[in-house]
């Protein structure tokens, strides 16, 4: 089993300045890595797939990099609707897959 | 545009079952694979369980593996949970989602359905 950690728990960041989270994978996962946004009463959004690939509709200043067992999601200029939390998801360990327990970005 | 609805949770007590279900339209049902992904209150994402898109291979996680049993009708493009014996730590929104076929290809979950809440109380 792939276990999956995230840091930090809880990121605050002033209006405009980037927000840089982490993720990193027990083994390689090479970059079959997932991003999602998390907001209460609403489904996973996907951000970010295959480590660094935007996934259609996703504003610009939301990027990831990383591959193997460590990876980054960055928001360039974090906006009051970034508010949420943020998942990264392997893929790789095919049929098992696994979540990270999440990072919460709030506004300072 | 693709659309998953969940559908199927409330409130039941611990040692009984209960089904789940997801109506899928929008795109080609029987070209992927289906997963069920949980989230219980306060917690992070879980991947329950997955099947494979012609429903051949189905695979769980080790906290529901004979318990739950994920299944699909093509024709009626609709994937099911059936939950037995459940337990307080079953409560959570549970979530369908597709991704392609993972005997493949390596694919991210894409749409997801609006989730269905269970709880499991006496």
């Known amino acids: 089993e792939i276990v999956m950690t995230q840091s930090p728990a809880t990121l605050s960041v002033s209006p405009g300045d980037r927000a840089t989270l982490s993720c990193r994978a027990s083994q390689s996962v090479r970059t079959n890595l997932a991003w999602y946004q998390l907001k209460p009463g609403q489904p996973p959004r996907l951000l970010i797939y295959d480590a660094s690939t935007t996934a259609t509709g996703i504003p610009a200043r939301f990027s990831g990099s990383g591959s193997g067992t460590e990876f980054t999601l960055t928001i360039s200029s974090l906006q009051s609707e970034d508010v949420a939390v943020y998942s990264c998801l392997q893929y790789n360990n095919r049929p098992q897959f696994s979540f990270g327990p999440g990072t919460k970005v709030d506004i300072k | 545009q693709v659309q998953l609805v969940d559908s199927g949770g409330g409130v039941v007590q611990p040692g009984r079952s209960l089904r789940l279900s997801c109506a899928a339209s929008?795109?080609?049902?029987?070209?992927?694979?289906m997963h069920w992904v949980r989230q219980a209150p306060g917690k992070g994402l879980e991947w329950v369980a997955v099947?494979?898109?012609?429903?051949?291979?189905?695979f769980y996680a080790d906290s529901v593996k004979g318990r739950f049993t994920i299944s699909r009708d093509n024709s009626r493009n609709t994937l099911y949970l059936q939950m037995n014996r459940l337990r307080a730590e079953d409560t959570a929104v549970y979530y369908c989602?597709?991704?392609?076929?993972?005997?493949?290809?390596?694919?991210?979950?894409?749409?997801w359905g609006q989730g269905t809440l269970v709880a499991v109380s006496s």
């Open positions: 989602s597709r991704t392609c076929d993972f005997l493949t290809g390596y694919c991210a979950f894409d749409y």
């Open positions: 929008g795109f080609i049902f029987s070209n992927y694979a």
């Open positions: 099947t494979s898109h012609d429903g051949s291979q189905k």
